[in-house]
């Protein structure tokens, strides 16, 4: 029997996103060697502002080209504070590839980790689960490269809410709740789609709720409510425990999804995937870090939870169960590292760097493995 193999496109990018990378190549190797299943064929390609310093290009069409013909692409950080587009703007060659493969949903997974510090004074963050998902090819960022001056006095923005762009990204959001709803109910949770939207204020976001509701009413068996994003922003303070799953326009989830990440540590333990119906990238939700970057103090957990996310989606694609242990293996593995206090990363005020993590989570495999039976 041939072993078979699949492409990951890597994509490291700029600052702490090499780092990181580097770390979560080193991971799935073991993991890989520990699991079986798929060979994982890894080709890493230019792309970033630090390439484009060097080149005049962000994304090169070879890259792209490559992407297209990976079973999956994996991401590190691109972006970086000095080197701009002519027209000032930052160069963030994700947002072009999210428009190139319709990676319209973005998922990002809120969980708190055993061993990270608790950022809420409440034994009940100890349950923070739910996953942000954030609709990526329209909302306000459809006006990225298309704002409008009047002179120099006026500035405008529009936002664009397709039906077909909502009714796609609330489907998956109805799906997602579907596949978390015999874990939830086994912990005695319910099941739950919340649009987040600002329905009292803008004809864009009346219609987004309209989309939702008719998408909710073709699930009857989860249960689907609304919060406007100020109210959500509160929620997310008071009982985040309480949530499940959440859809919204581009913008509220980008700004959403970073203080999702504060609510469980911090950038370092927040993982992505940005999915369409036929392309996934994976990335931790941190960017480049230009603060912390070349110093080896990144902590790869939410690079290595993002590689746990992309083993998950190929094995659903592809029908491979070992790639789903290798999954479960990566989260139980870190979740020993952390909590076996031998290392606490710089970004909880440890001592711990990229490379003594890695090597700590790296070592916690076999016994992830033994756990997992
Ligand atoms: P972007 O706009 O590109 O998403 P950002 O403005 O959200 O980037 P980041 O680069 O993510 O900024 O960094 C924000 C802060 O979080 C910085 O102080 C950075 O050092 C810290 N940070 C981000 N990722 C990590 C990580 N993996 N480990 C430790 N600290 C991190």
């Not at 959440?246 to 927040?270: C, H, P, R």
């Not at 939870?305 to 789903?324: I, K, N, T, V, Y």
């Not at 990229?354 to 992830?368: D, H, K, N, S, W």
Request: glycine share 10%.
């Amino acid at each position: 029997m041939t072993t078979q193999t699949m492409k990951i496109a890597v994509l490291p990018g700029d600052g702490i996103g090499p780092e990181v990378m580097a770390a979560a190549l080193e991971l799935l190797h073991v993991v890989r060697a520990a699991c079986g299943g798929p060979v994982l064929q890894f080709d890493t390609r230019d792309a970033g502002a630090q390439f484009y310093a060097r080149s005049g290009v962000a994304l090169p069409e070879a890259t792209v080209e490559a992407c297209r013909q990976a079973d999956a692409m994996l991401f590190g950080a691109m972006g970086w504070p000095d080197i701009r587009n002519a027209d000032g703007t930052e160069i963030m060659p994700q947002l072009e590839l999210r428009m190139e493969f319709s990676l319209y949903a973005g998922v990002r997974p809120i969980r708190w980790f055993p061993g990270v510090p608790m950022v809420l004074a409440d034994e009940r963050a100890r349950a923070i689960d739910f996953v942000l998902i954030r609709e990526q090819t329209e909302g306000l960022f459809y006006s990225r490269g298309r704002g409008r001056m009047v002179g120099d006095s006026e500035a405008y923005d529009t936002m664009q809410i397709t039906r077909a762009g909502t009714a796609r990204v609330s489907e998956f959001a109805f799906r997602l709740a579907e596949r978390r709803r015999a874990r939830r109910a086994a912990a005695g949770l319910h099941s739950l789609v919340t649009c987040v939207d600002k329905a009292n204020v803008f004809l864009s976001m009346a219609f987004f709720r309209r989309v939702f509701d008719e998408v909710a009413a073709r699930h009857p068996e989860i249960a689907a409510d609304h919060f406007l994003v100020d109210a959500m922003a509160m929620t997310m303070l008071k009982r985040p425990w309480d949530l499940d799953v959440m859809v919204m326009e581009n913008m509220y989830g980008d700004i959403l999804s970073d203080m999702g990440a504060g609510l469980i540590g911090g950038l370092g333990m927040a993982p992505s995937g940005d999915i369409g119906d036929d392309h996934g990238l994976f990335q931790p939700v941190h960017g480049s870090a230009p603060d912390i970057a070349g110093q080896g103090r990144a902590n790869p957990c939410a690079m290595f939870l993002s590689a746990a996310m992309m083993l998950d989606w190929l094995a659903d694609r592809h029908g491979e169960p070992r790639l789903e242990v290798g999954a479960r293996v990566i989260e139980s593995a870190v979740e020993m590292a952390l909590t076996s206090g031998s290392v606490v990363p710089m970004e909880y005020g440890g001592d711990a760097g990229t490379r003594a993590v890695t090597e700590a989570v790296i070592g916690a495999v076999p016994g992830a493995l033994r756990r997992l039976g």
